[in-house]
């Protein structure tokens, strides 16, 4: 850039002041027009090249004084040569005198902006400093008058704020403040963002993941991509969850991955039971196909894991169909959910409860006959029999059906002989003749038994 000279303001230059007559004077306190006689045409009495005819008659000049505006030009090289107006110290009214503009700076006197980049020649020389001769003084790719005016940086700086990013740049790539090396003040320069980090210097957030960018690179995530690792999950919200914003995972560890929980089945990835009803939700969700935010899926007052852990139905409110439900039965009575006869009476637990035995207990009174037999037999539930009891145990294998021999008393004779079977599912009469004879010592099942079959004789002895 060509070096700049101290300037001599026109306002030094142009001394004038109006007398009191308002006239001009020109810079010794004399009139630049005085009142003369018409001289003769060819006569040129200050030597300025002007005849003193057409100073008086064409220009208005003073024709006694070679410099009439006193801006060190003579009248004659202003008219002749410049082209300047010898009765004006600064012709264009850029604040720079005529004869600076000719003999200092090369600009031109009759242009207020000599390169028509925005600035006058007197802004550019007084206040920016920059070259009045060169639209971009710094070669940087922004106009004096951008950088002057729009941008506010210094036209004579490649980079205003020494950031390691050109005001070009700043200003028309990056959108960035060519004053400030932080523009977005995160705490990364310009430069870094913009050549490292490859994020944005107007923003804190690039990727608006909810993270700033210098915590990112702290975090060891990307401040360009919202989520780093491609689960679903923002960075932003996986460091708030306290998840991994680095790797899909399952962080409580419950078979789900963390984005599964938070986007598809709503439950907490920090806590493996979101529920609390005794099972991690990816069982509920992957095996049992329970609702891992409901901890009774079937409202049966039963909670989802106990439900599974006895093995009833976490989908059925009555697992055994006994019409009480698993609740009922776990909670209040103590029976299995899983079984309508509890302890195998071959009476069913609501009976049981409505005729006041005991559903956990195959013989209330403890006579020796199981319930379900005292009911089959019209025995009382609930009062001990007086009768004889001979139980036996057959077919206790799969060998199939079979027809069992059981002995009885001889002495005393037995009388009023009943014979009753207990098997899953219920309890049954054997009828006498039909399905079984007495012929002592020995009662004879001509029925033949299922698996499993349990065997009963009652008799009233003879008197």
Known sequence: MRSLWMLVLTGALACNNADDDG?????DGGDPNPTQEVPDPGDDADGDGLSDVDEVEIHKTDPTRAD????????????LIHGTDPLEVDTDGDAVSDDYEIRLYFTDPLDADSDDDGLTDGQELLIYRSDPMEVDTDGDGLDDRQEALDAGSDPNKVDSDDDGVHDADEVLVYGS????PDTDGDGLTDLEEVEETLTDPTLTDTDADGIEDLAELDFGTDPTLLDTDGDGLDDGQEIELGTSPLMAGD??????FDHEEVLTHLTDPRNADSDEDGLIDGLEVRVHYTNPLDDDSDDDGLLDGPEVNLGADPHASDSDGDGLTDGEEVNTHLTNPTSTDTDADGLDDPTELAEGANPRSSDTDGDGLPDGVEVALGSELLTPETRTVVAGAYCATAAGPCRPTLDLPTTPVPASIEVATLFEGGAGVLTSGAQWQWTPPSIQISAPLTDFTELYVVYQEAP
């Open 23 to 27: 006239a001009k004077k020109d810079r």
């Open 68 to 79: 009439t505006d006193g801006d060190f030009l003579s009248d004659g090289d202003e008219v």
């Open 177 to 180: 403040d060519p004053n400030e």
């Open 251 to 256: 962080r409580d560890g419950d078979g789900l």
